[in-house]
């Protein structure tokens, strides 16, 4: 369901509303290990808003909002092959969940547990704002000024390998924070053209994932290791059910700075000259680890992985 409404308000004043909604009762995915388990569902929710006000014949102003949530369920893949690491290693059952005919609607995933593993669903959010003034200096020469701000979350629950044993799934959690800001004059006159101006943006990025890979075969030969290796830090249950989750952290930070300049002119009705120049300064700053989460990784890191 979606619609708008749009139109002025006063003799300076004019807006536009819009929304949008998706839902459905039930997922369209459905499982061939569980028959009634689906996932798929969709529950979405957009709107967007903008406002011109245009005061005078020389100021222009335009408002811009919008704004999305997401709460649907995630889709699983479909195995097509079946290629493990360490066969001897492999956890049974794998083997007979991977098909090569699946039809459109058909999947298989590891069965929801909210006690070890959140629900295979999305919990994200999107909104931003825009600014946009124009202003006549004069009759050849106009001041704009460009704002922008976007901030968006994303959690989402993910089946990467498209069976019911625990092979690979995860978990994204993170975060994007924008924000850019330009002002600029431009100018013409008989002949000539010119813009002069400056940007500036700067950006947070946050991005972490939990891997989830209880029954992946290669974990199990490093935890089949790690119960060998002589030490007294773990006891052997840990080691037995080490490393069924890891965790990825990522932070970055940039910020970017330019000035700009462009003209032209006419040298005749035929030629035409023109010349610009640009400077921009850009910075990264970057963080990044895979690490233990919650003293799962750490007890099979320390001995399987590191013999």
Do not use: H
Not at 49 to 71: C, H, K, M, N, Q
Not at 93 to 104: E, I
Not at 212 to 221: D, F
Not at 280 to 304: E, I, K, M, Q
């Amino acid at each position: 369901m979606e619609g708008f409404i749009s139109g002025p308000v006063s003799d300076t004043v004019a807006i536009r509303v819009a929304a949008r909604s998706e839902n459905s009762d039930k997922g369209w995915q459905k499982s061939v290990s569980r028959p009634g388990d689906r996932l798929g569902k969709k529950d979405k929710l957009a709107g967007r808003a903008i406002i011109d006000w245009t005061p005078t014949e020389d100021l222009s102003v335009e408002f811009g909002a919008s704004y999305w949530r997401d709460r649907s369920d995630t889709v699983a893949g479909q195995a097509v092959a079946f290629n493990p690491d360490n066969a001897a290693f492999a956890a049974p059952g794998v083997a007979a969940s991977v098909r090569t005919n699946w039809k459109a609607g058909q999947a298989d995933w590891t069965p929801e547990n909210k006690a070890i593993r959140p629900d295979y669903k999305v919990d994200s959010r999107f909104y931003s704002v825009m600014l946009r003034a124009d202003y006549n200096v004069s009759d050849a020469i106009t001041l704009t000024s460009l704002t922008g701000y976007n901030d968006v979350r994303r959690n989402d629950m993910n089946d990467a390998d498209g069976t019911p044993i625990e092979v690979s799934e995860y978990q994204s959690d993170g975060r994007v924070k924008s924000f850019s800001q330009e002002l600029r004059l431009t100018g013409d006159g008989d002949g000539y053209n010119w813009i002069f101006g400056g940007y500036y943006s700067k950006d947070k990025i946050r991005d972490d994932q939990v891997g989830i890979y209880g029954e992946s075969s290669i974990l199990n030969t490093l935890a089949f290791l790690g119960q060998r290796v002589p030490q007294t830090t773990y006891t052997a249950a840990q080691i037995a059910n080490g490393f069924n989750r890891f965790r990825n952290t990522t932070s970055q930070e940039s910020r970017a700075m330019s000035v700009f300049a462009n003209g032209e002119y006419e040298i005749s009705e035929t030629v035409k000259l023109g010349a610009g120049l640009r400077y921009t300064d850009d910075n990264l700053d970057f963080a990044g680890c895979s690490r233990d989460y919650n003293n799962n990784t750490a007890p099979v890191w320390n001995t399987g992985v590191a013999a």
